[in-house]
């Protein structure tokens, strides 16, 4: 089992940055593969970013890409995601999830959802324009 717990979303106008956080417990972190995905409300679930278990791998979502940093601490159990030049469109609950059955380096299925095994319970994220 993998306890996933998001922390630090908020309210923030648009053009400013953010730092959500995810602390994972129940399994060595660095066997995990790392995601973040957002829902915004009457939308689907979409993917935001992905880490491979090393670090050394990122993924990312074509409209967050060059605004959004993905990173973990595997000494801290910690997942990150910095997220600079907010849009009032990154208005959305943002999730935390666990991949277990990857590579070391790089993640087969960064992007889907189903591949994820384990999930956070959310951290909303508001973007005033």
């Known amino acids: 089992q993998v306890q996933l717990i998001e922390s630090g979303g908020g309210l923030v106008q648009a053009g400013g940055s953010l730092r959500v956080s995810c602390a994972a417990s129940?399994?060595?972190?660095?066997?995990?593969?790392m995601g973040w995905f957002r829902q915004a409300p009457g939308k689907e679930r979409e993917f935001v970013a992905a880490?491979?278990?090393?670090?050394?791998?990122?993924y990312y979502a074509d409209s967050v890409k060059g605004r959004f940093t993905i990173s973990r601490d595997n000494a801290k159990n910690t997942l990150y995601l910095q997220m600079n030049s907010l849009k009032p469109e990154d208005t959305a609950v943002y999730y935390c999830?666990?991949?277990?059955?990857?590579?070391?380096?790089?993640?087969?299925?960064?992007?889907?959802?189903?591949?994820?095994?384990?999930w956070g319970q959310g951290t909303q994220v508001t973007v005033s324009s």
């Open positions: 999830a666990a991949q277990l059955s990857t590579f070391y380096t790089s993640i087969t299925y960064p992007t889907d959802g189903a591949k994820y095994e384990y």
């Open positions: 880490i491979s278990r090393s670090g050394s791998n990122t």
């Open positions: 129940g399994r060595t972190f660095s066997s995990i593969a």
